[in-house]
């Protein structure tokens, strides 16, 4: 189900053209960007949610106890 090595040549031929050889190290770039600042958020959500659920464990340590 993978592409082809002529299927890439394909597309990447199709890029250059539309966009132009000046144009892709800046898409680039932005894509990589992009990438980096979205798994920096994900990373960051991640976090939050454990400090809440450290913070909800201090609040409420007889819930445990009883249970």
């Not at 592409?3 to 040549?9: A, K």
């Not at 201090?58 to 819930?63: C, F, M, Y």
Request: cysteine-free.
């Amino acid at each position: 189900m993978g592409l082809s090595s002529t299927e890439l040549i394909i597309i990447l031929i199709i890029v250059v053209l539309l966009f132009g050889a000046k144009k892709i190290p800046e898409l680039a770039k932005g894509i990589g960007s992009g990438i980096k600042t979205f798994k920096a958020e994900m990373n960051s959500d991640d976090e939050k949610k454990v400090e809440e659920v450290k913070k909800e464990e201090l609040k409420s340590p007889e819930t445990k106890k009883e249970a």
